[in-house]
């Protein structure tokens, strides 16, 4: 079962209304989705974006569906049967990507869910990285079911998202502990099992 508290859904409203804000002023002409250097904004506006700019798969994107859908292709495994234990959840935007090192004690597995809705950027790169360990990902941006990876407790272990400098998104996860009878696939993702 998953228990949004308080303030939770007021964090999830004031990133909302900060993506509304920070994306007001990138309608300039540029396309996005490109990485590049970072563009200069103009003054934030009252308004909400146009919605006539389409993602890659054709759908208009907005900063407040965009948050809207990533939260629900997180929550597309709630009826798994797994019964996680929610131990951090955190967005970012893509511009800025993401670098987060977590502790991974006890003996439980972790099981970090990811997804990112974008203006027309298709794919970003996720590291998984452990010591001298790392495996890099490609995670599909604006899919209905969040990318999942299994992490052993132990030694602590770090996500990083590679920015897209130009570009309009974000990217979401929730980093869970699941029984070790839970975990499906590779136990490992930093070390990639290979199949």
Known sequence: MHIRSSSRLGAVAALA???LVGCAGQ???GSGGTPGEKRSTSAPSTSRPTADTPSGNGRSWEPDDALQRAQRALDAYADDGTHPKLVDSDTSYIASGADKT???PG????????TCDTRGVDELTLTLSRGEDEQAYGIGCGDPEADQFNIPSGTSFKISVDPVKDGTGLVLWRLSTIAPDDVEGCDDDITACED
């Open 17 to 19: 209304a900060a993506l």
């Open 27 to 29: 309608g300039n002409g």
């Open 102 to 104: 977590y502790e991974a």
């Open 107 to 114: 003996d439980r597995p972790y099981r970090l869910d990811l």
